[in-house]
Every structure is written in C-alpha cells, then in structure tokens.
C-alpha cells in the first residue's frame, strides 16, 4: 500500500483524480500548444511532455522524487513488457500509452495523473520551462544518437523550426564541427545561427538537386550526415542527393504516407536512410546536458500565454509566429 495522497496546500482550481499503484498526484503551471501515472504542479510543452512538482502519489516512487520535487514528464509509457521494452527501444512497442497521440488525452491542463516511472527529478538549476522543453529536445538527442554525430562531423539540418533548432543544438554539442540549416524563413533561419548553426540557406524556387548543391559549396564539401526535419518530399529528395556517399540521413519530419525518393541514387551511393519514432532513454542524458548547462534552449521560446488564452497561444503558432508558444498552466507562476 503506497502512501497516502499529500493533501494540497490551497485549493484546488479543478477536481484532482487520485493517484492509483504507481501514479503520483501533482499541478502544472507551463504548456504549449502542439507524465507516467503521476500528478505535477508546474510547466508543461505542447501537451505532450512537461515538467511540474508533485503534491503527492500512491506506489512505488518515481526517480528519487517526492511530494514537493520539481519533475519532468515523459510523455510515451509502455503499456506491457513486451519485445520492444524487453530490448530498450520502448518507443516502438504498439500498445505505448503517449500523451496527445488520440485517443490518448494529453496533459495541457493545471493538474495531470501521470506513470510514477517516467516522472524525472529536476535538479535545482534547471527551470520548470526547460524541463517542458526535454521533450522537443529529446527527438534532437534520438535523431542524432541515431545518425552517428560523433566529433568532427559535417551536418545538414534541412528545417528550422523547433525540431529543426534543437537537432542543431544537439549536433553541436555532440561535436559536429559544422551545421549548414535550410529553411524558408529568414527569421527561423536567423534563430538557427542563434543557437550555433554555422551557415544558414534560405530555400526559394530552387529544385533538389540545386540546394544540395547549395549545401556542398557552403560547407566545401558533401555533408556525411544530413538530418531531415519537415517531412516534405522535396526536403527528402534534396537530402538524399545532398548527403556523402557512404553517409546517413535520418528521417525526423512526418509527411505524407508516401512520397516519391531518389532511391536508387541512394542506394547506389550507400546513403543508409534511418528513420526515428519520438524518442526513448533520453530525459536523464537531456536532464544531466540542462543541468551542466552544456547546451541552452531557453532561445527557442519565443511567446508565453496563460492557460486562460490556451485558443490565442494556438492561433499564435498556426501563424507560424515564432518557434516554441508556451502555455502558464499555473496562475501564480509566470515566470520564464
């Protein structure tokens, strides 16, 4: 019998369900617009991660915290132990529970039931608002552990929106001696050499083949590892022809079911082409990166809203204005 839920020090805004075997109960104060079995009190990213203190729980505790401590919530939790968890790749079992992914609700509400086992302890240093943004951090932690990032390499981010940046980021500080970025955006692109890319390309009218060789004469030569965040079968096409023979592009945007590759130019070329789903065993490695403060994401919020203007934060990020729109989920708190 686990203890007993942590009564809450002032009244609640909405009702609380109670924490169950393994849950924990707790209050949110920060979201965007796009956990385990446990309720926080903090931050929160596009419904999907978040970060928050806990007000109390039932079961077994979760990553060394306790009623009070300020966690961060992973969004995907397996569902049962089958061959995907068995071997470490839990992301890819077909039962996973994942906040937001219907019909599985999401967590852009004040108080959210969540997996005790993927709830993290934020240390003192790293703010609610960065824990929220482990999430998008953590598809740039999976997508360059899965394109080989190593010291010294030439990389090409092809988008600059938020995935986009936090690839950069990522690749930066795993060693990549230099990140080309193309987009449409001139501010998104100018956001990129924000955090760390090294030379920027803004794509207008021209065909694949023409930005790859965009991307060969800015870096001197073909990059070994090209990571493609839009989804857009352009995008997809320039980042076969783009990437060194023998080299690695990775897959991170999701478009339409098919679209029509250079394959055959891949192959001939032995590009190997690797796909990503979200992420999984990256919020401690993104945890010990935040709280080192070997990497910084705080640029990429750009606008905060409180949890009242939920409908005004999304029109925002429907327009396209800035990168990551986050929402206060907590009225006493909003602050950064």
């Known amino acids: 019998m686990g203890p007993e839920l942590q009564p809450c020090p002032e009244p609640c805004p909405e009702p609380c369900p109670e924490p169950g075997a393994v849950p924990a109960l707790g209050g949110r104060s920060t979201g965007g617009p796009p956990g385990s079995d446990r309720w926080t009190r903090g931050r929160a990213e596009p419904s999907h991660g978040g970060a928050g203190a806990e007000r109390g729980r039932g079961g077994s505790p979760s990553r060394g915290a306790a009623p009070g401590d300020r966690v961060a919530i992973e969004p995907g939790v397996p569902r049962e132990m089958d061959e995907f968890c068995k071997s470490g790749r839990y992301n890819l079992s077909p039962t996973i529970f994942f906040c ?9 509400c004040r108080y959210y039931k969540h997996s005790a086992s993927y709830c993290y302890k934020l240390p003192d240093n790293v703010t609610f608002e960065e ?12 997508a360059c552990k899965r394109a080989g990032v190593t010291l010294g390499s030439k990389v090409f981010v092809s988008g600059s929106g938020p995935i986009g940046l936090v690839n950069v980021i990522v690749a930066k500080m795993m060693g990549a001696a230099v990140v080309v970025v193309t987009d449409l955006s001139a501010s998104r692109l100018q956001k990129a050499k924000e955090v760390g890319a090294d030379f920027t390309i803004q794509v207008k009218n021209e065909t694949a083949q023409e930005v790859a060789s965009k991307v060969e004469s800015v870096l001197g030569c073909m990059p070994e590892i090209t990571v493609e965040c839009t989804g857009v079968q352009a995008c997809i096409q320039a980042g076969i022809y783009a990437t060194r023979s023998g080299g690695t592009l990775v897959l991170v945007g999701l478009g339409p079911e098919m679209v029509t590759v250079p394959i055959v130019n ?31 994401v705080k640029p990429l919020v750009t606008h905060r809203f409180p949890l009242e203007k939920a409908l005004e934060a999304f029109e925002t990020t429907k327009r396209g204005e800035g990168v990551k729109v986050m929402l206060k989920c907590d009225p006493t708190d909003q602050s950064p």
């Open 131 to 142: 824990g929220a943004l482990i999430e998008p951090l953590s598809v740039g932690i999976h």
């Open 100 to 108: 937001a992914t219907p019909p599985d609700d999401g967590n852009l």
């Open 266 to 296: 891949a192959a001939v070329r032995e590009v190997d082409i690797r796909g990503i789903f979200r992420y999984c065993n990256t919020w401690p490695v993104a945890i010990a990166l935040l709280a080192s403060k070997r990497i910084n």
